[in-house]
């Protein structure tokens, strides 16, 4: 599976943006997938991810940093994977990257870069007045 994340761009404190993570390739619904971000300087940070289709319940997990201010869905009928984030602040600002595992534990969030197979290029978010 190919993943294209899009959707980052500049956006003023306390804006929202929603970033896109399409899949081609394959069905994007058969795959856990995640968000991630990194800021200069710093590791790679899990975000959010959502259960594949195996999942009847399409569990979403968030990390505490952001939960309560991004939203992860799914659009089938467009092969993509949503991340709504509202009430940004500067230090949301970092590369927002998705990525996809065809391997899960139900109930469990994947939080480890390394237990995702299959990345996209990532995108830029930037929150600055």
């Known amino acids: 599976v190919q993943l294209q994340a899009y959707g980052g761009g500049l956006v003023q404190p306390g804006g929202s943006l929603k970033l896109s993570c399409a899949a081609s390739?394959?069905?994007?619904?058969?795959?856990?997938v995640g968000w991630f971000r990194q800021a200069p300087g710093k590791e790679r940070e899990w975000l959010s991810s959502?259960?594949?289709?195996?999942?009847?319940?399409?569990?979403?997990f968030y990390a505490e940093s952001i939960k309560g201010r991004f939203t992860i869905s799914r659009d089938n009928a467009k092969n993509t994977v949503h991340l709504q984030m509202s009430t940004l602040n500067p230090e949301d600002t970092a590369v927002y990257y998705c990525?996809?595992?065809?391997?899960?534990?139900?109930?469990?969030?994947?939080?480890?870069?390394?237990?995702?197979?299959?990345w996209g290029q990532g995108t830029q978010v930037t929150v600055s007045s």
């Open positions: 990525a996809a595992d065809n391997e899960e534990i139900l109930g469990t969030p994947l939080v480890n870069p390394d237990e995702y197979e299959y």
């Open positions: 959502i259960s594949s289709s195996a999942d009847s319940a399409e569990s979403a």
């Open positions: 390739g394959a069905t994007l619904g058969d795959y856990y």
